[in-house]
């Protein structure tokens, strides 16, 4: 099964979520190629983050966020977890960690307590490896809501002040890292 099927399964119908999940997924996975190809040292899995990238937000449609077409019952801060169950069901595990690890620049355990969001405590949604970080970053620049436009790295960094400064400086270095 590729990228693609998965897709299909969970968005089988030709409609506006459909559509607003395609273009996000198609801007993130060619940003993280783009960087792939800039950064040869960096050895990147082009092949994984391609299908990570498409497939990082699979779990939107479970999750309540009107504005962008998704009429399910979940907070959509759980979409990311809901995409790693989603995964996980379908054996993709390494994309799993992908879509659990994507949220802001990952989500601490402090954060998730401190914040009382409604995410497992034992579950670890920080990005780990490259390819992970890879993707996370290339989200940063895109939003569902406004997909036409493209965020500059300042104000990608700033999108991401109200998970506090700890996500905005580990943002920062990774533009470093991948620009």
Same mark, same amino acid.
């Given at each position: ?17 459909? %559509? ?59 979409? $990311? ?32 307590? %401190? ?33 036409? %436009? ?13 998970? $506090?400064?700890? $996500?905005?400086? %580990? ?9």
């Amino acid at each position: 099964m590729d990228y693609q099927s998965i897709i299909d399964k969970y968005y089988p119908s030709e409609n506006e979520l459909r %559509r607003i999940l395609l273009i996000h997924s198609r801007q993130v996975a060619d940003r993280c190629l783009k960087i792939a190809k800039a950064h040869p040292e960096l050895r990147l899995d082009e092949e994984f983050l391609e299908e990570a990238a498409m497939l990082h937000d699979i779990g939107i449609f479970r999750c309540d966020a009107p504005s962008i077409q998704c009429f399910g019952k979940e907070p959509y801060i759980r979409h $990311g977890f809901i995409g790693g169950q989603i995964l996980r069901e379908e054996g993709w595990k390494r994309h799993a960690l992908v879509c659990e690890r994507h949220t802001g620049t990952g989500l601490s355990r402090e954060q998730i307590e %401190r914040q009382q969001l409604p995410l497992p405590l034992d579950g670890q949604f920080e990005p780990e490896a490259l390819e992970e970080q890879v993707v996370c970053y290339a989200d940063k620049f895109y939003s569902k809501t406004h997909p036409e %436009r493209e965020r500059t790295v300042v104000e990608a960094a700033q999108s991401l002040e109200k998970f $506090g400064q700890e $996500g905005v400086n %580990r943002f920062l270095e990774w533009a470093t890292r991948f620009e």
